[in-house]
């Protein structure tokens, strides 16, 4: 069985940090493409960070978070991080962890952990 867990979520002011793990279990690690989206009761789920398809060392960050986001793995633990500096309210939401084909579009991952609350204070 596919299992994506996440943690690390939880409240900050703005300017603080976080930083989200996601444990994956039941699939070969190097097989997918992992990536972290974020969504806001009401909004759809957008990309945060993801791996490119034919290189996994190379990262993609949506505009919104670029220069402030560090996505990384560890393959000895099986485990996706999303380092999170800087953080502004707009950065409030659900982070969710994904495992898949890669690109930004939640339809090409599979697998999908539980979400964990980030929420920036002002």
């Known amino acids: 069985e596919v299992q994506l867990v996440e943690s690390g979520g939880g409240l900050v002011q703005t300017g603080g940090s976080l930083r989200l793990s996601c444990e994956v279990s039941g699939v070969t690690f190097d097989d997918y493409v992992m990536a972290w989206f974020r969504q806001v009761p009401g909004q759809e789920r957008s990309g945060v960070s993801t791996q490119d398809y034919g290189d996994r060392s190379t990262i993609y960050y949506a505009e919104a978070v670029k220069g402030r986001f560090i996505f990384s793995t560890d393959n000895a633990k099986r485990t996706v991080y999303l380092q999170m500096n800087n953080l502004k309210p707009e950065d409030t939401a659900i982070y969710y962890c994904?495992?898949?084909?890669?690109?930004?579009?939640?339809?090409?991952?599979?697998?999908w952990g539980q979400g964990t609350q980030v929420t920036v204070s002002s």
């Open positions: 994904a495992a898949g084909i890669g690109g930004w579009l939640p339809t090409f991952y599979d697998h």
